[in-house]
């Protein structure tokens, strides 16, 4: 060796220390150069702050409708008092969106008038993007479909009238 010195820049302690300098500093990059060795840092670009600016919409929030409201026991004998003899509902067994058939163009699985056995397939209740077939569940004559295509259905809401076979 010719009387070479070591470069001070090259021990770890001085790198950890001069990206310490460069980062508080701000900057992006630092190059060096002793002796035919050369140390080149280059910090990651800072990342800009995010500022959380509330932007209104096109369409401001507005609460849904309240939670639809019982009627009192008296409605509830009043509405099974209307029932057509031997008549019994057939209702949602959880909350979804009521659909008739598979498709918009397709048939819809039963209408008023239909007799149907217990595993026909009466409607498709959706629920958490979850297409559920719904079955009659027992023989029966459809008397009156009580929900519109496409209606949002709640636990125990009645769908179909019924009279059983």
């Known amino acids: 060796m010719e009387g070479r010195r070591r470069s001070t820049f090259l021990d770890p302690k001085e790198?950890?220390?001069?990206?310490?300098i460069l980062s508080q500093a701000g900057g992006l990059e630092l190059e060096l150069e002793d002796q035919g060795t050369r140390l080149k840092i280059k910090m990651p670009e800072p990342h800009s702050r995010t500022e959380f600016v509330q932007v209104p919409g096109p369409y401001p929030f507005s609460p849904g409708p309240a939670a639809p409201v019982q009627p009192p026991a008296d409605a509830a004998a009043a509405d099974s008092e209307a029932l057509p003899p031997g008549a019994v509902h057939?209702?949602?067994p959880m909350v979804g969106t009521f659909y008739r058939s598979l498709s918009p163009d397709a048939a819809p699985f039963v209408k008023v008038g239909d007799t149907i056995g217990a595993e026909t397939t009466i409607c498709i209740l959706e629920a958490m993007k979850v297409m559920n077939e719904i079955k009659a569940e027992q023989d029966c004559e459809v008397l009156k479909i009580l929900v519109e295509n496409g209606e949002p259905v709640e636990f125990g809401q009645p769908l179909l009238l019924v009279r059983p076979s």
Do not use: D, P, Y
Not at 15 to 20: D, E, F
């Open 90 to 92: 057939i209702e949602s």
């Open 15 to 20: 790198i950890k220390r001069l990206i310490g």
